[in-house]
């Protein structure tokens, strides 16, 4: 028993040792791994927070879209920018904001919103939004300004797109072999989708898919050169 009891004395001393060693330094991790966890947990109620007070945001712009109302528009959007810039909805605001300002005469405030979701979006809403902006500088005949916004690599589901605006602009410009060579392009890209089965998955696309072949091959059709 005594045995027992030194065996057990020395391994109690060998603990203590230890923890003078190195007690601090496991407490400052459990401390840190506790302040981490904490401002996780923060952070996500944050972030569930902003989105939820965001979406509110969002709901009221949605209404003043309905009810037509310019000023509310604005005043929805850039509240969105200021306080929740962060979150899905802005971007998503600046595009309805765009596109119903743009339709009510308010070209420039448009542009502005085009440009915010240029500068701040992400992905496939970025790209979205210079095709969009592309088209309001073509109605100016802003064409520098308006090709500037398509010389950036697209993602996959606007490649076609950017090729189709870039048609249209060259061929505002006269500049006939050019925008050909871009509407071939449209149509390249649509012969791949439809040689890997993207050509459309409900009868509803596949009828878009065609129509937008036809209005190409339309503008292409209008390039044609004259015969001799």
Not at 159 to 165: G, K, L, P, V, W
Not at 183 to 202: M, R, S
């Amino acid at each position: 028993m005594a045995t027992y009891d030194l065996e057990e004395q020395e391994q109690i001393s060998e603990i203590k040792a230890w923890w003078k060693q190195y007690g601090n330094l496991v407490a400052a991790i459990v401390t840190a791994v506790a302040v981490g966890f904490a401002a996780w947990q923060g952070w996500n109620w944050y972030q569930r927070s902003q989105a939820a007070q965001a979406g509110q945001v969002y709901a009221a712009l949605q209404k003043a879209v309905a009810e037509k109302d310019p000023q509310r528009i604005k005043a929805a959007s850039g509240e969105l920018f200021e306080k929740y810039s962060r979150t899905a909805y802005a971007p998503l605001a600046a595009l309805l904001a765009a596109r119903v300002l743009n339709d009510t005469g308010d070209a420039k405030t448009a542009k502005l919103q085009l440009v915010w979701v240029v500068e701040n979006g992400k992905d496939e809403l970025r790209d979205l939004a210079r095709l969009r902006l592309a088209s309001l500088l073509l109605d100016e005949k802003a064409y520098d300004e308006a090709l500037k916004q398509l010389d950036v690599a697209a993602g996959s589901a606007f490649t076609a797109r950017f090729q189709d605006m870039r048609g249209d602009i060259l061929s505002a410009q006269d500049k006939t072999g050019e925008a050909r060579a871009a509407y071939q392009a449209v149509l390249a890209k649509l012969d791949e989708a439809d040689a890997a089965g993207k050509g459309g998955d409900t009868l509803q696309d596949t009828r878009a898919h065609a129509a937008y072949r036809e209005s190409v091959l339309q503008k292409l059709d209008a390039l044609a050169e004259p015969h001799s």
